[in-house]
């Protein structure tokens, strides 16, 4: 290994350190726009939406390039792109960034490269979560994280494409939890109607609406056992029980807040290629 593949993994115990880096755009449409390095993902470079640089370069693909962590450093690749990658004066199709490597160019769009003296830390887990099978460094940091929110009673988001492992982390969720005697139901609302919402969710009486020939218990009572929601005496749903039905608390955000999880997951490599 050369002296310019600096070293940016350093294991610990229960964790990894990965060193800092930053790239700045120094020429291009975007000059001034700066991404900051720490994760153990990959960044993408590119002037898709989705990219983690996002360069408005018309010399610029799609999906560019990519930058990673590895044993040997950082890593930069070049994604099939139309016109290259280029450290210094050579194109690369894949190569080490150091502590000499200064400057990046894709398309027209020129970056500086600079690795920092601060590291970020990332808690590991020693064994894997649930069903998921993987023992990478990205991996093993989901397992820890998902650890923590399934201990608690955090609202969780999962994201990722198709086939990344959601439903599974979700079982293991439900699996590590408090709730884990209870059925896990799922609710898929891509296949919902507008209008059929509140009867999937909480149910509805014989007769609620037209082709309602049978009372039906709605996913959060299904899921906190079946329990009917509150009524007022006389037998009639009680006004707003709906919203305090059981194992659903209202939740009032601030104002000028949009809602947000107390635990975010995203499953690795989940990126189109």
């Known amino acids: 290994m050369s002296e310019d593949a600096t070293r940016v993994l350093r294991q610990t115990q229960g964790s990894v350190a990965v060193r800092r880096a930053r790239l700045r755009v120094v020429r291009g449409p975007d000059k001034g726009k700066q991404l900051e390095l720490g994760g153990l993902d990959?960044?993408?470079?590119?002037?898709?939406?989705?990219?983690?640089?996002?360069?408005?370069?018309?010399?610029?693909?799609?999906?560019?390039?990519?930058?990673?962590?590895?044993?040997?450093?950082?890593?930069?690749r070049d994604l099939d792109s139309t016109n290259g990658v280029w450290v210094g004066e050579t194109r690369v199709l894949e190569a080490v960034l150091g502590e000499k490597t200064k400057r990046l160019l894709l398309g027209d769009?020129?970056?500086?490269?600079?690795?920092?003296?601060?590291?970020?830390?990332?808690?590991?887990?020693?064994?894997?979560?649930?069903?998921?099978?993987?023992?990478?460094p990205a991996m093993r940091e989901l397992a820890?994280?998902?650890?923590?929110?399934?201990?608690?009673?955090?609202?969780?988001?999962?994201?990722?494409?198709?086939?990344?492992?959601?439903?599974?982390?979700?079982?293991?969720?439900?699996?590590g939890s408090a709730r884990a005697g209870q059925p896990l139901v799922i609710v898929d609302c891509a296949s919902l109607?507008?209008?059929?919402?509140?009867?999937?969710?909480?149910?509805?009486?014989?007769?609620?609406?037209?082709?309602?020939?049978?009372?039906?218990?709605?996913?959060?009572?299904?899921?906190?056992?079946?329990?009917?929601?509150p009524r007022a005496p006389g037998g009639t749903p009680r006004a707003g029980a709906t919203a305090r039905a059981p194992g659903c608390r209202a939740r009032r955000p601030p104002p000028a807040a949009r809602p947000r999880c107390a635990a975010r997951?995203?499953?690795?490599?989940?990126?189109?290629?």
Request: hydrophobic residues 40%; proline residues 4%.
């Open 42 to 76: 990959g960044v993408l470079l590119g002037s898709d939406e989705d990219a983690d640089l996002q360069l408005r370069d018309d010399t610029v693909s799609r999906r560019h390039a990519e930058i990673r962590p590895t044993a040997l450093g950082y890593v930069v």
């Open 109 to 136: 769009s020129e970056l500086e490269w600079k690795l920092l003296d601060e590291e970020v830390e990332h808690v590991q887990s020693a064994r894997p979560f649930g069903r998921l099978v993987g023992d990478s």
């Open 144 to 175: 820890a994280l998902l650890a923590q929110a399934a201990a608690s009673d955090s609202t969780v988001l999962l994201e990722g494409e198709s086939g990344t492992g959601k439903e599974l982390v979700a079982e293991g969720l439900h699996q």
């Open 193 to 229: 109607a507008p209008s059929m919402v509140e009867s999937e969710l909480f149910g509805h009486e014989r007769g609620a609406f037209t082709g309602a020939d049978r009372a039906r218990v709605g996913a959060l009572e299904e899921a906190n056992g079946a329990r009917s929601p």
């Open 265 to 273: 997951a995203r499953c690795p490599a989940s990126r189109r290629r």
